[in-house]
């Protein structure tokens, strides 16, 4: 076998964190080779300088046979390397032929040097033909699925020449029906001579897509292993050093009291379109009610609206018997609501700001941590965060380190930390698991079904459908904004939840999906 990347001893230092500590990464031409291991085990900033967008402290890199320095990533790109980003690299307000030419762009002389829009179509039309690649090369990128966005970014690596693709995450915003589109475009670039390196925390994907395994723990190489040869145990008991359950702890529960009931809410968005049409639900304590629908059909609105990011057109929300509607964020709090958002960046953190600051992002105002009516106890507070960072485990070096410089299952903990640590009763979690390792996953669902148990509501959000399967009692499949049903897990199949996604209406609809004791 011939090698295509050969990383060997490369080490990468930065101020206070050991990233890569002399990691050794080999990966054969021709071959889907998966990088996994915990947030934070180095994968990101191995691949990042296989990119050429940090320079390790030590080591050498060698492709196909030549030791090379990438200094930048045109270097990488040089070299036949190039990148898929977990968030797209586009510009929305282009089409996509210009996304995909950009900085290699045909250009025609008419009165001087203008870009050739018309040759840049028929280009990126001919390389989409070669890959099997279907794309609108006309299209706004902005109009266009995210499944669309990622072929796209493919794309735009094989314009430039790459031979060898990184895809970091590739999955992470993609419906299982892309996943599987996905799947195959790799295996296609597979059979055409590309090398292909995924970073993934997906085992199952693992399983579906790679040849071979490498695993890296604490910056540290634990092993490269044949994919046919292994199961899924393996690989996670190589990630995290122990054996990993999903889906909780699930007791059996009898409450009969409604926490949350929705009622005839309509939402309309921008430019007057539709997001929610007339919902209808409600969720018992000690309940997970999981919601499921392809990528943008109402559901991310729906929790909003129960938090209290946004305020519907008309309808009510009513919480432990109150009318919450109209109620601002920081009251649905203080009455109990807690709330993890989709995008833990843009929502859920103020990077800048320390770990020990995000802990009590909201709750800052309180008597516990505040000295005086203004002043906040830091004393108090850094006693707090020490006792959060430990009981869930964030793994940081200090409690002053900025949020920004912690893998995402580590910002992600932060939030679960600040938003569960207050005693809630209704739990709002839109994706509380997207884009985070496998340990990190299990850590979420303890914590879900730990507070389920003790009588919490639960509303999931999730685009992962085995994750609604094994932590939901009842499952509420969104469909443009409507509710096309409601479902029990363990009566029904990822396919009959699939067609409802899409509109189907052959599937039993179970209502509010109780029974007569109110039992799950």
Known sequence: MVYAVQMKQITKQFPKVLANDHVDFDVYQGEIHALVGENGAGKSTLMNILYGLYLPTAGEIVIKGESVRLGSALDAIRHGIGMVHQHFMLIPRLSVAENIVLGA????????????????????????????????????????SLGMQQRVEILKTVYRGADIIILDEPTAVLTPQEI????????????????????????????????????????????TIVTAEVDEKQITRMMVGKDIALGGHKETTAFVEDILTVRGVNLTGKQGKRILADINLSLKRG????????????????????????????GT??????????????????????????DRHKDGLVLPFSIQDNLVLGFQRRKEFCRGRSRINQEALKVYAAEKIKEYDIRTPSPLQPAETLSGG???????????????????????????????????????????????????????????????????????????????????????????????????DEGEGRDDEGKR
């Open 105 to 144: 762009e045909s250009q025609t002389r008419k009165r001087g040097i203008f870009f050739d829009r018309q040759a840049a179509i028929q280009k990126v039309e001919a390389v989409s033909r070669e890959y099997s690649l279907q794309i609108d090369a006309a299209a706004k990128v902005k109009n266009i």
């Open 180 to 223: 599987e589109e996905l799947g195959e475009i790799l295996k296609a670039l597979k059979k055409m001579g590309k090398t292909v390196i995924i970073i993934t925390h997906k085992i199952d994907e693992v399983m579906s897509f790679s040849d071979r395994v490498t695993v890296l723990r604490q910056g540290r190489k634990v092993g």
């Open 287 to 314: 309940e997970i009610v999981g919601v499921s629908g392809i990528d943008g059909s109402g559901q991310t609105q729906l929790a909003e609206v129960i938090s209290g990011v946004c305020r519907p057109d008309s």
């Open 317 to 342: 929300v009513v919480y432990k018997g109150q009318d919450i509607t109209r109620e601002s964020i920081s009251v649905r709090k203080d009455q109990g609501i807690a709330f993890i958002p989709q």
């Open 410 to 508: 580590n910002q992600q903990k932060i939030i679960a930390a600040r938003e569960l640590s207050n005693g809630p009763e209704l739990i709002v979690a839109d994706q509380p698991t997207r884009g985070i390792d496998v340990g990190a996953i299990e850590f979420i669902h303890n914590i879900l079904t730990e507070r389920r148990n003790e009588g919490c509501g639960v509303l999931l959000v999730s685009l992962e459908l085995d994750e609604l399967m094994l932590l939901s009692d009842r499952i509420v499949v969104m469909n443009q904004g409507r509710i096309a049903g409601i479902v029990r897990p363990e009566e029904t199949t990822r396919e009959e939840i699939g067609l409802l996604m899409v509109g189907g209406t052959n599937v039993k």
